[in-house]
């Protein structure tokens, strides 16, 4: 007879499944994904554990080297004095450093070993637990999102084309924790340079809304005239919350909320740029940055994220560099050059955060570098299922 599912709250966000050899699937909730993508189906419950992607799908080679480079990422994180911080307090009994740090262990060894998904999945099945986020419902449903780090053309030296700069963390920066966007560089975007951050600036940029996504995804790839390319990663923030460019313009009737995507808020600050001075300013939040001097995008947890491998969570909440099954549905380019969402369901490694990701509801995912991650992170945006494993007890 098949054992039934055993699903036990947890109290702060995940529940754990704790699973037979058998088809332990079965009994894991389903659900639908946003309206317009009903065409395809999410969470399928047969797809726990399985990831096609790691030796390719859908005429796409497969990414199992990256995927054991981010588990690498983490197993570096788990060994630091910061890991050893993060789990002394982390609040669920049974999720420690060391159970983490095996889990990863073993799970690198399955994946070397392995030679196809089926075979993955089966030996996944039978050596782990399965922890369920709680989700934004009680009920496992999480919200995905992607972001990305983007390439955009910069200059050393502010000219009357490169106007908008992005700056280095002050070195009174406790002192200027609560003052506002306004406050830091005016409503123009161009008072700082002749106020509080002057002398700071890193690089200037030829548009305001291309400096204030290098803030809000956090890091940068910058391409300077002389065809250098420099790295910019996060430093610090100041101590507003994070506000939704899309939802103010939403809540002001400006755009419908319904479909509103990132490409959809450009075109709409292309065709109206005198908006950019009412809308920019109430992002309170302002972020400085460092020179990475080539080094990928890094995570919260100080190591590299991987495309299509790292995800960033609430990590009040979350087991910080642990590895994570998602499940949901992505864009991804079709064979005319449109993106069409396919199912996924995918390893990944919990190692950021970010200021718009809070509760066990939340996921950000990271896309990659350059035009294509972006166009692929602006429209992601669906609801699906969060699962972290860890080895049996």
């Known amino acids: 007879m098949r054992k039934k599912i055993a699903s036990i709250a947890l109290g702060v966000g995940i529940t754990i499944l704790a699973t037979s050899v058998s088809p332990v699937a079965r009994a ?35 990414d199992w080297r990256s995927l054991l480079r981010s588990i ?10 910061a890991a050893a911080r993060a789990y002394r307090k982390y609040p669920i009994k049974g999720i420690t450093r060391d159970r983490v740090w095996r889990s990863l262990v073993r799970f690198r060894q399955l994946v070397v070993k392995s030679r196809t998904p089926a075979e993955l999945q089966a030996a996944v099945r039978r050596e782990f637990d399965f922890y369920q986020s709680s989700g934004r419902n009680g009920r496992g449903e999480v919200l995905f999102t992607a972001y990305y780090e983007p390439i955009y ?11 908008y700069p992005l700056y280095r963390l002050p070195p009174n920066f406790a002192k200027l924790q609560r003052l506002t966007r306004w406050q830091l ?7 700082g340079s002749k106020n509080r951050l002057r002398g700071l600036e890193i690089v200037w940029l030829r548009d305001r809304l291309e400096a204030l996504l290098v803030q809000i995804q956090g890091s940068a790839r910058l391409l300077l005239p002389d065809g250098k390319m420099i790295t910019l990663g996060y430093a610090g923030k100041t101590a507003h919350p994070y506000v939704s460019l899309g939802k103010e313009l939403a809540k002001d009737g400006k755009l419908p909320l319904s479909g509103l995507t990132l490409p959809v808020m450009i075109d709409y600050f292309r065709r109206y740029p005198e908006e ?10 302002f ?11 890094t995570g919260s947890l100080g190591v590299p994220v991987t495309a299509e491998r790292s995800i960033a969570t609430d990590k009040s909440l979350m087991p910080p560099g642990a590895l994570a099954l998602m499940q949901t549905e992505l864009p991804f380019a079709s064979n005319f050059g449109q993106l069409e969402y396919r199912h ?50």
């Not at 560089?185 to 008072?191: C, F």
């Not at 809070?358 to 995912?365: I, N």
Request: aromatic share 8%; glycine share 12%.
């Open 28 to 62: 894991v909730p389903r659900l639908l994904s946003v309206t317009q993508q009903k065409n395809v189906e999410c969470c399928q419950p047969d797809l726990l554990g399985l990831d096609e992607q790691i030796w390719g799908e859908n005429g796409q080679s497969g």
């Open 72 to 81: 690498d990422h983490s197993l570096k994180y788990i060994q630091s004095p």
């Open 153 to 163: 053309l910069a200059s050393r030296v502010p000219t009357a084309e490169f106007r």
């Open 185 to 191: 560089e005016g409503k123009d975007g161009l008072s």
């Open 276 to 285: 950019l001075s009412n809308y920019i300013p109430r992002v309170r939040g």
């Open 287 to 297: 972020v400085f940055f460092r020179e990475t001097h080539g080094a990928p995008a």
């Open 344 to 393: 996924v369901s995918r390893y990944v490694l919990d190692q950021d955060t970010g200021s718009a990701i809070k509760g066990p509801g939340r996921v950000d995912y990271f896309m990659g570098t350059g035009q294509r991650a972006g166009d692929r992170a602006g429209v992601t945006g669906s609801r699906g299922h969060l699962y972290y494993l860890l080895l049996k007890q």
